[in-house]
């Protein structure tokens, strides 16, 4: 079915008529006809296309492409000595780095799909939920607060219906949208229609699908699909580090290529050493072992019910210093239980709970534990009450309207925050039907209110009136209401929670509570629990405070209460400019921005689709022991990741340093190109099952953020360290042993290699290396490549990389070097962690 432009223009009858629908619905045969000729026209990428793809990205960096060219180059002057093994070594290691990272995508991808927003459709006279992505032109859609909106529809019905149009039009305030016509020619002067991608902030709607998929608004705007996320703190630091070695390198090796053409060297061979030298030097595996090493802590995660949408995210969550967190369902057992009505007078009121329970039978906005609740009543009979309209809740209003009918009366029934109900009352109801007016009865409504809230339960109050013959309503018409009385609910803190919040001040991590409740519930959790700060701040306190006043005031409080939706991303971005991490868990369509504004946003499975549309993590479990399973597996990421990261660059600067003296040193080049090349891609074997790695209880108990200083003092230090105990094999190979020139390259590649392997199980730890072991696949990979290593140079294969025999003296030279680097490195290790 073709894209249908600008259809709000048109009449809703003659729509459904070119869309082949009603205002019943489609068919499930139907359905599945369109959706199978919907994923038709799609324009998914092959299978074979992105595995071609992503081999091809393991050959994009411009070193390694002019490298291929210079082979090929030298092929070509049939310089055929060391080309062809040159590029078998390239290709090889690609393949390795395409067949980890396509395993780890793949992995990614199953575990994303565990959650997805779904969309309540009508078929076949039936409602139930389908995936988004299933929705097809036709399909009438029923909308509620928090949904995703799957497709650009017409809307048939709306009540008090607003949208967050900002990810199509820009526009940060919702807007609102009514059943009709419109002759706008912009989108965000559209009135009658919604569009993919954008979501219900409040109310309920009806709606016809018409343009889905690519068709829709925002498919046609790639820019707003393809945008790449952007970068996080940690991905841009490793990108400058790589820049910065990356430039290191070309600068070191312009300088050894320029000179060993002074040298009248050959040009050939002087080229090849040169860009062999660059791409051996750079670390070109970073991206791949980032990839896998996160690839494998979102695995991790899964295990432990935390689906991982973002994998950067994994390495924030190690970071965090300060988790924000609603207390229903996280704090507390999120099973709201009704406890008593009561009247003004403090009685139990038979028709104040049936207001209640009509109130929360008819509403059909957002599901939320309080209406959930008060339907488990099984006591109450409504047999003939029938609902006649409804004003939905929002976060601003706090309140939610029915309108019911029985025997020729109307009756409206609002029910809400104490405060926002006595704000549109202008009477009450005591005893028997008597109505007095609300001002002598005020204090004591407040009174009772404190009374319950500073017993920690959660209160609500209902007012009515009759609206008899007029029985259609909006907000406006929360007005002149009689407040009736209370609801009053229990939600009990959670068994264990207090070992939970140790737990994460043990791992350097501030709970911050922000809720909505009024002051003096979210006071009694706090003594409940403990907190360290026992000043609650308000969100009426919170409007009268500059940027700068809230950065200072969060560090003194723990508790935010009575917050509203808006003021959520501003304390969460009050945090961030004090230099904290922030985690922020939410689930409600009053998280959506600060989810986002968060450096790790956490929802839930059961959260509206906008929730978990922000987040970055979900969680199938509502559980802070979940949250801190993470955070600890984010931190053993997050070190896994940085092992990488010290090996690659105290190597890599160390064997510059190095190659650079050696090459004007010698009537030689100390290593051959092919020979670099082969010692890179055997050092990369271990360095990929670093994301297997076990990683020391120590390593957790902290916040770890990324620190380029650290990074670049571990360089030095362990970089000229290195380049020390190069030169003394060079002395002993040239001075003492006299070795020749194959011997010398041969005993050099041993070294080089044999220190790099054992580098690695060096620094993975703080300990004593022998006191901690390693994963089963670090250990068994640093065997093998140790063992190959050694044995190398005795293979028929050897004369491929111009490799010979060592004399039996000069292998237990080379042995004893590198036994007497790793005790050397253990010194300077212990040195480098008392400095950071």
Same mark, same amino acid.
């Given at each position: 079915?073709?894209?249908?432009?600008?259809?709000?223009?048109?009449?809703?009858?003659?729509?459904?008529?070119?869309?082949?629908?009603?205002?019943?619905?489609?068919?499930? #045969?139907?359905?599945?006809?369109?959706?199978?000729?919907?994923?038709?026209?799609?324009?998914?990428? &092959?299978?074979?296309?992105?595995?071609?793809?992503?081999?091809?990205?393991?050959?994009?960096?411009?070193?390694?492409?002019?490298?291929?060219?210079?082979?090929?180059?030298?092929?070509?002057?049939?310089?055929?000595?060391?080309?062809?093994?040159?590029? #078998?070594?390239? %290709?090889?290691?690609?393949?390795?780095?395409?067949?980890?990272?396509?395993?780890?995508?793949?992995?990614?991808?199953?575990?994303?799909?565990?959650?997805?927003?779904?969309?309540?459709?009508?078929?076949?006279?039936?409602?139930?939920?389908?995936?988004?992505?299933?929705?097809?032109? =036709?399909?009438?859609?029923?909308?509620?607060?928090? /949904?995703?909106?799957?497709?650009?529809?017409?809307?048939?019905?709306?009540?008090?219906?607003?949208?967050?149009?900002?990810?199509?039009?820009?526009?940060?305030?919702?807007?609102?949208?009514?059943?009709?016509?419109?002759?706008?020619?912009?989108?965000?002067? %559209?009135?009658?229609?919604?569009?993919?991608?954008?979501?219900?902030?409040?109310?309920?709607?009806?709606?016809?699908?018409?343009?889905?998929?690519?068709?829709?608004?925002?498919?046609?705007?790639?820019?707003?699909?393809?945008?790449?996320?952007?970068?996080?703190?940690?991905?841009? =630091?490793?990108?400058?580090?790589?820049?910065?070695?990356?430039?290191?390198?070309?600068?070191?090796?312009?300088?050894?290529?320029?000179?060993?053409?002074?040298?009248?060297?050959?040009?050939?061979?002087?080229?090849?050493?040169?860009?062999?030298?660059?791409?051996?030097?750079?670390?070109?595996?970073?991206?791949?072992?980032?990839?896998?090493?996160?690839?494998?802590?979102?695995?991790?995660?899964?295990?432990?019910?935390?689906? %991982?949408?973002?994998?950067?995210?994994?390495?924030?969550?190690?970071?965090?210093?300060?988790?924000?967190?609603?207390?229903?369902?996280?704090?507390?057992?999120?099973?709201? &239980?009704?406890?008593?009505?009561?009247?003004?007078?403090?009685?139990?009121?038979?028709?104040?709970?049936?207001?209640?329970?009509?109130?929360?039978?008819?509403?059909?906005?957002?599901?939320?534990?309080? /209406?959930?609740?008060?339907?488990?009543?099984?006591?109450?009979?409504?047999?003939?009450?029938?609902?006649?309209?409804?004003?939905?809740?929002?976060?601003?209003?706090?309140?939610?309207?029915?309108?019911?009918?029985?025997?020729?009366?109307?009756?409206?029934?609002?029910?809400?925050?104490?405060?926002?109900?006595?704000q549109v009352c202008t009477s009450v109801a005591s005893g028997s039907d008597m109505v007095l007016p609300i001002e002598n009865e005020r204090q004591k409504i407040l009174q009772q209110y404190d009374h319950f809230s500073n017993e920690g339960f959660r209160v609500i109050a209902v007012s009515y009136k009759d609206v008899t013959g007029d029985p259609v309503i909006n907000k406006d018409d929360e007005r002149e209401m009689i407040f009736f009385g209370f609801l009053v609910f229990s939600d009990p803190i959670k068994s264990g929670?207090?070992?939970?919040?140790?737990?994460?001040?043990?791992?350097?991590?501030?709970?911050?509570?922000? #809720?909505? /409740?009024?002051?003096?519930?979210? =006071?009694?959790?706090?003594?409940?629990?403990?907190?360290?700060?026992?000043?609650?701040?308000?969100?009426?306190?919170?409007?009268?405070?500059? #940027?700068?006043?809230?950065?200072?005031?969060?560090?003194?409080?723990?508790?935010?209460?009575?917050?509203?939706?808006?003021?959520?991303?501003?304390?969460?971005?009050?945090?961030?400019?004090?230099?904290?991490?922030?985690?922020?868990?939410?689930?409600?369509?009053?998280?959506?921005?600060?989810?986002?504004?968060?450096?790790?946003?956490?929802?839930?499975?059961?959260?509206?689709?906008?929730?978990?549309?922000?987040?970055?993590?979900?969680?199938?479990?509502?559980?802070?022991?979940?949250?801190?399973?993470?955070?600890?597996?984010?931190?053993?990421t997050f070190a896994n990741t940085l092992k990488y990261i010290f090996v690659t660059t105290s190597a890599n600067f160390g064997n510059m340093f190095s190659m650079a003296i050696a090459s004007l040193l010698l009537p030689f080049l100390p290593l051959l190109p092919v020979q670099i090349l082969l010692n890179n891609f055997l050092s990369d074997l271990p360095a990929i099952t670093i994301a297997s790695d076990k990683v020391d209880d120590e390593l957790v108990h902290e916040p770890k953020k990324w620190s380029i200083s650290n990074?670049?003092? @571990?360089?030095?230090?362990?970089?000229?360290?290195?380049?020390?105990?190069?030169?003394?094999? $060079?002395?002993?190979?040239?001075?003492? @042993?006299?070795?020749?020139?194959?011997? $010398?390259?041969?005993?050099?590649?041993?070294?080089?290699?044999?220190?790099?392997?054992?580098?690695?199980?060096?620094?993975?730890?703080?300990?004593?290396?022998?006191?901690?072991?390693?994963?089963?696949?670090?250990?068994?990979?640093?065997?093998?490549?140790?063992?190959?290593?050694?044995?190398?140079?005795?293979?028929?294969?050897?004369?491929?990389?111009?490799?010979?025999?060592?004399?039996?003296?000069?292998?237990?030279?080379?042995?004893?070097?590198?036994?007497?680097?790793? %005790?050397?490195?253990?010194?300077?290790? &212990?040195?480098?962690?008392?400095?950071?």
């Amino acid at each position: 079915m073709e894209a249908i432009p600008q259809f709000w223009l048109l009449d809703t009858d003659d729509l459904l008529e070119r869309i082949h629908s009603s205002e019943e619905g489609l068919s499930e #045969t139907e359905a599945q006809k369109r959706l199978k000729a919907q994923k038709s026209r799609q324009k998914l990428v &092959k299978p074979w296309l992105a595995d071609f793809k992503l081999l091809a990205s393991q050959f994009k960096s411009p070193l390694i492409l002019l490298l291929v060219f210079a082979v090929i180059l030298s092929i070509f002057l049939k310089e055929y000595s060391d080309s062809i093994i040159i590029l #078998t070594v390239l %290709v090889t290691t690609g393949i390795l780095g395409f067949f980890q990272e396509r395993n780890a995508g793949k992995a990614v991808q199953k575990l994303i799909a565990l959650v997805h927003s779904m969309a309540m459709v009508s078929r076949d006279h039936k409602e139930y939920e389908i995936p988004v992505d299933e929705v097809v032109p =036709g399909d009438i859609v029923l909308l509620n607060a928090g /949904d995703i909106i799957p497709a650009d529809a017409l809307i048939l019905k709306a009540n008090d219906l607003h949208v967050n149009e900002s990810t199509l039009t820009g526009e940060s305030f919702p807007a609102e949208k009514f059943a009709g016509s419109s002759d706008a020619k912009v989108l965000s002067k %559209v009135t009658n229609s919604v569009f993919k991608g954008t979501s219900v902030i409040n109310g309920t709607a009806t709606i016809v699908c018409v343009n889905t998929a690519a068709e829709a608004e925002l498919g046609k705007i790639a820019s707003s699909l393809d945008k790449a996320s952007p970068l996080t703190a940690f991905e841009k =630091g490793v990108i400058q580090f790589g820049n910065l070695l990356m430039r290191l390198t070309i600068l070191f090796t312009g300088i050894i290529l320029i000179l060993n053409i002074v040298f009248h060297r050959s040009f050939i061979e002087s080229i090849l050493f040169a860009l062999a030298l660059t791409v051996g030097l750079t670390p070109e595996l970073l991206p791949a072992i980032m990839t896998i090493t996160l690839a494998a802590g979102a695995k991790r995660m899964a295990s432990r019910k935390v689906i %991982v949408k973002k994998l950067s995210a994994i390495q924030n969550l190690g970071a965090i210093d300060i988790l924000c967190s609603d207390k229903t369902g996280t704090i507390t057992e999120g099973i709201v &239980k009704l406890n008593c009505s009561c009247d003004i007078d403090g009685k139990e009121n038979e028709k104040l709970l049936r207001y209640a329970f009509l109130n929360a039978t008819f509403e059909t906005g957002f599901a939320n534990p309080i /209406d959930a609740s008060i339907r488990q009543l099984t006591n109450i009979d409504i047999n003939g009450f029938d609902k006649c309209d409804e004003v939905p809740y929002d976060f601003i209003r706090k309140r939610l309207s029915i309108v019911v009918a029985s025997a020729n009366k109307h009756t409206m029934i609002t029910k809400g925050a104490v405060n926002n109900i006595l704000q549109v009352c202008t009477s009450v109801a005591s005893g028997s039907d008597m109505v007095l007016p609300i001002e002598n009865e005020r204090q004591k409504i407040l009174q009772q209110y404190d009374h319950f809230s500073n017993e920690g339960f959660r209160v609500i109050a209902v007012s009515y009136k009759d609206v008899t013959g007029d029985p259609v309503i909006n907000k406006d018409d929360e007005r002149e209401m009689i407040f009736f009385g209370f609801l009053v609910f229990s939600d009990p803190i959670k068994s264990g929670i207090m070992g939970s919040i140790e737990n994460l001040r043990a791992k350097g991590i501030s709970l911050k509570i922000i #809720t909505g /409740d009024n002051g003096l519930v979210a =006071g009694y959790l706090a003594k409940q629990i403990h907190l360290k700060h026992s000043e609650i701040l308000k969100g009426s306190d919170l409007n009268n405070m500059t #940027t700068e006043a809230l950065q200072r005031k969060c560090s003194e409080v723990d508790v935010f209460a009575e917050i509203l939706p808006s003021q959520k991303e501003r304390i969460v971005k009050a945090f961030q400019s004090s230099g904290s991490c922030v985690g922020y868990l939410g689930d409600g369509i009053n998280d959506a921005n600060a989810l986002k504004a968060a450096d790790v946003g956490i929802s839930i499975q059961n959260a509206v689709d906008v929730a978990k549309e922000a987040a970055d993590l979900v969680l199938l479990d509502q559980d802070i022991n979940v949250i801190n399973e993470g955070i600890e597996e984010g931190r053993k990421t997050f070190a896994n990741t940085l092992k990488y990261i010290f090996v690659t660059t105290s190597a890599n600067f160390g064997n510059m340093f190095s190659m650079a003296i050696a090459s004007l040193l010698l009537p030689f080049l100390p290593l051959l190109p092919v020979q670099i090349l082969l010692n890179n891609f055997l050092s990369d074997l271990p360095a990929i099952t670093i994301a297997s790695d076990k990683v020391d209880d120590e390593l957790v108990h902290e916040p770890k953020k990324w620190s380029i200083s650290n990074i670049r003092r @571990f360089m030095v230090v362990f970089g000229l360290q290195s380049s020390v105990f190069d030169f003394a094999t $060079f002395g002993l190979l040239y001075y003492y @042993f006299h070795a020749n020139v194959k011997e $010398f390259r041969t005993a050099w590649f041993l070294e080089s290699l044999l220190t790099e392997i054992l580098i690695l199980l060096v620094i993975r730890t703080r300990r004593p290396f022998f006191k901690s072991k390693p994963s089963t696949y670090l250990l068994w990979a640093s065997l093998f490549t140790f063992i190959v290593a050694v044995i190398l140079p005795y293979l028929p294969i050897a004369h491929l990389f111009e490799l010979s025999p060592l004399p039996i003296m000069v292998l237990i030279a080379i042995i004893l070097v590198v036994v007497l680097y790793v %005790v050397v490195a253990e010194f300077s290790k &212990k040195y480098l962690i008392r400095k950071f």
